[in-house]
């Protein structure tokens, strides 16, 4: 079977529309991934302060409900962060899977080896999974973030 180098370059991209799914889907991450970080130091600025006042003078009852929520936030968010870099990592990994099993994928073309298309396949199939695992990691990240959001709202 003789192909073009059209038809060599069409099979080899067709990952790159999973890299580019990856793509977008990292922008996403990476915004909440700076919003987490910013927040974290925040509170913590916040909660030194805090701390410090009360070693100088008696804090007010609000005060001191602050600095419990503080506290019982910054760990929350510290697993957040967590579950936010494990997506990141899923993502970058499944992008890496794709851009190889694009490379198989030329190699099958080019040489007509049969093991390179199991080799596509389960490269393929490998990147599919890291992206399953960062919607996992995702879906986690949404409920750690709604908890934290209720312990604002009822420690407020």
């Known amino acids: 079977m003789e192909l073009s180098t059209v038809n060599i370059i069409q099979a080899m991209l067709a990952p790159g529309i999973m890299i580019s799914a990856c793509g977008l889907l990292l922008l996403g991450v990476n915004s909440k991934y700076s919003l987490v ?24 009852p609000d005060e001191e409900a602050r600095l419990k929520s503080i506290t019982h936030q910054i760990p929350k968010l510290v697993h957040r962060f967590d579950l936010i870099r494990n997506i ?21 073309l080019i040489c007509d080896a049969r093991f390179s298309t199991y080799i596509a396949i389960a490269l393929f199939l490998a990147g599919m999974v890291s992206v399953l695992v960062g919607i996992f990691h995702a879906a986690m990240e949404a409920i750690r973030g709604h ?3 209720i312990i604002e709202i009822e420690e407020s």
Request: a positive charge; zero cysteines.
């Open 88 to 108: 990141v990592i899923s993502y970058a990994v499944a992008v890496s899977f794709f851009i190889v099993a694009s490379f198989a994928i030329g190699i099958h």
């Open 147 to 149: 908890e934290i959001l």
């Open 37 to 60: 970080i910013s927040r974290i130091r925040l509170l913590d600025e916040e909660k030194r302060k805090l701390t410090a006042l009360s070693k100088k003078q008696a804090i007010t």
